[in-house]
């Protein structure tokens, strides 16, 4: 007898063993097992699994853009706010809700309705002092002032001055640029420069300084405070150099114009220190 070795290989060449690997290369189970093996039948089968379908789908143009139509958009970071700037936003809205005009009905019978709708006029309000009220604000020592100074009223800068003359004589000489206004009249209680003369009122007349506005040597506006008198309608009038002024007018007054209270003899001439 011989090795081992070489017994097996004389038992490879027998024709019973050719014989056996030919009758399994024919069973279908060999068959199915080779076929298994080769790289085609791989690549088929492997495109017939459904996780092989889906990756080559999500690999495909046209699936791509599908899927990058479905991502939601990007929201951007929103900025922290303050309590107060959250409190502001809410009473905004609410207001906006509240001015929103809501409409009912047709839309041509509610413009029909608005051109019927005449505008209301509001009264203004008026902040004036009237009645008892207002002549209690305009009362000195008990008794009712029938004036008031206007708004432009202004003490003046000349040292005005009214020279008294009963006839050819002076007899008193009157300071009147230490205030706005200096009211004549019967009235010492109230009046400022007194007439005794029964013919005039109690509240006579008033000269009153005003700041208007004037043209200059150069042709440029300034302001300069002048003298007025203002007639309170005495009964029996007041006179400027022998003619008598309107009622409740202010009349500018110059230097050396004479004035007259009612039937009173005496003459107030006016004059200032320059």
């Given amino acids: 007898m011989g090795s081992p070795s070489r017994y097996r290989k004389s038992e490879s060449r027998s024709p019973s063993r050719k014989y056996e690997r030919d009758s399994r290369s ?105 009645g008892k009220l207002a002549a209690e604000t305009n009362t000195v020592k008990g008794v009712e002032l029938k004036y008031n100074e206007p708004p432009e009223a202004a003490k003046p800068k000349l040292k005005w001055r009214l ?32 007439v005794d003369h029964p013919s005039c009122s109690k509240q006579h007349a008033v000269i009153q300084y005003r700041m208007v506005t004037e043209e200059d040597s150069n042709g440029k506006p300034q302001k300069v405070v002048k003298p007025f008198i203002i007639d309170l309608e005495a009964t029996n009038g007041t006179f400027l150099n022998g003619e008598q002024i309107p009622q409740t007018r202010f009349v500018e007054l110059k230097v050396k114009d004479v004035l007259k209270f009612g039937s009173s003899t005496r003459e107030y001439v006016l004059l200032h220190a320059e």
């Fill in 163 to 194: 020279y008294v003359f009963k006839g050819d004589e002076q007899i008193d000489l009157l300071h009147i640029h230490r205030q706005s206004s200096y009211l004549i009249g019967r009235d010492r209680v109230v009046v400022d420069i007194p």
């Fill in 26 to 130: 024919r069973s279908p189970s060999y068959r199915r097992r080779e076929r298994s093996r080769s790289p085609s039948y791989r690549r088929r089968e492997r495109s017939r699994s459904p996780s092989y379908r889906r990756r080559e789908r999500s690999r495909s143009p046209s699936y791509k853009s599908k899927e990058r139509s479905h991502i939601a958009p990007l929201k951007y970071k929103e900025h922290s706010r303050s309590p107060r700037q959250e409190a502001n936003n809410y009473r905004r809205n609410n207001e906006r809700k509240e001015n929103r005009k809501y409409e009912w009905g047709r839309p041509e019978d509610n413009a029909r309705e608005e051109e019927e709708e005449e505008p209301i006029q509001k009264a203004e309000p008026n902040f004036g002092l009237s």
